[in-house]
Each structure stands twice: as C-alpha cells, then as structure tokens.
T-cell receptor, first 114, second 109 residues
Framework: GAVVSQHPSRVICKSGTSVKIECRSLDFQATTMFWYRQFPKQSLMLMATSNEGSKATYEQGVEKDKFLINHASLTLSTLTVTSAHPEDSSFYIC??????????FGEGSWLTVV | RKEVEQDPGPFNVPEGATVAFNCTYSNSASQSFFWYRQDCRKEPKLLMSVYSSGNEDGRFTAQLNRASQYISLLIRDSKLSDSATYLCVVKRNNNDMRFGAGTRLTVKP
C-alpha cells in the first residue's frame, strides 16, 4: 500500500515553545491530508483537513492560531503546535488521501510537553 | 448526534467466536466506506473497504446497507491477534473523511 511517513515519532518540548510535525507521502502525491489527535484510550479526533496550496479547514473547537498547518507541496504537510502547554501532550497522527478514495496514516507522533 | 456512530464496546470474546460490529452514518450523501484497525499506541491501518454488494476477505465480511445507512463488520473464528480497536470510516463526496469512535475488541484464550 501507499506509504505515509511522519516525523518525529516522539518529541518532548518545554512549555511555551513550538514544535513542528511533518507528514510526507512517500510514493504518491496527496492533495489532501488530515491531522488528528488522540488522547489515551480515546478515539481519533479530526483536527483539520489540509489541502495543498490553500488554507486548512479546521474542525470546530480547534484553534487555528495554535495548530498551524501548512501544505506547501503535494507530498508534505506540517503541523506546528505553537506555545505548547502540557495539555497539548497527545498522539498526533496524519493521513493522506490516496487515489481520492483511500486514506493511509502516518506512524504518529507522541508529543510530551513538560 | 455524531455523524458516524459505532457500537461502544468493548467486546470480549473467546477465541473462535464470531463477532459483529455495526456502524451507522447520518449523511446520506456519503460515498465510500471503510473499516480500519488500530492497535494500541499505533496508527490505524486499512482493514477493508466496504462495497454495496458486500465483500469478504478471509474471516472478515463487510456489508453496507445504504437504505438504513449502516455498515457492518463480521469476524469469524476470532484469533487472539484480532484484538484491536476497529474504526468505521465514512467518506463524503468532497474528500471529507469521518471516523467513528471505534469499537474495542479483546479476544481471549
């Protein structure tokens, strides 16, 4: 199947700093990517839909100024958590839309804010 | 009401059992349907797409009922390795994917 790579897999940052997570489609072009957050023992929560060359569409309740999404190329979308706080600690996962119908997920990034 | 709803679970079944999960969706314009599997602390992986005529992949059978707006997943002869969370995913006609909350399955020896 298609491959989506996410980096870093784990990151620890200090409260108040920003951290960037990258999501790459390795063997296909993805005009649409998605970003999710998942807290322990809870379901995936869609944060935003990222479209190449345009602004991301954020889900209700997700602060767009705090979670900056950039999708500048057909193979790369980035999520920047700005001014991170301990409550932002979570598992962040991206996915990319393949052939317009199937999505493939990145491996996820564990963020710990201390 | 959530757009995609699943059986809350958890389902705890013995090895060899047959277990079924249901998922309902509210948007009648939804076009494509999938089941994903997520292991603990891992990313979801595509288990199977769901086609209107129903489809089978080994021990797994998926069905779609557009009139009633639900999809199902049947697992026969459960294995210990089937223990995971199963996510129902529905795609609208504009690349918008919606996830169910997931149903946790534990298969016990």
């Amino acid at each position: 199947g298609a491959v989506v790579s996410q980096h870093p897999s784990r990151v620890i940052c200090k409260s108040g700093t920003s951290v960037k997570i990258e999501c790459r489609s390795l063997d296909f072009q993805a005009t649409t990517m998605f970003w999710y957050r998942q807290f322990p023992k809870q379901s995936l929560m869609l944060m935003a839909t990222s479209n190449e060359g345009s602004k991301a569409t954020y889900e209700q309740g997700v602060e767009k100024d705090k979670f900056l999404i950039n999708h500048a190329s057909l193979t790369l979308s980035t999520l920047t958590v700005t001014s991170a706080h301990p409550e932002d600690s979570s598992f962040y996962i991206c996915s990319a839309l393949y052939t317009g119908n199937t999505i493939y997920f990145g491996e996820g990034s564990w963020l710990t804010v201390v | 009401r959530k757009e995609v709803e699943q059986d809350p679970g958890p389902f705890n079944v013995p090895e060899g059992a047959t277990v079924a999960f249901n998922c309902t969706y509210s948007n009648s314009a939804s076009q494509s349907f999938f089941w994903y599997r997520q292991d603990c602390r891992k990313e979801p992986k595509l288990l199977m797409s769901v086609y209107s005529s129903g489809n089978e992949d080994g021990r797994f059978t998926a069905q779609l009922n557009r009139a009633s707006q639900y999809i199902s997943l049947l697992i026969r002869d459960s294995k210990l390795s089937d223990s995971a969370t199963y996510l129902c995913v529905v795609k609208r006609n504009n690349n918008d994917m919606r996830f169910g909350a997931g149903t946790r399955l534990t298969v016990k020896p």
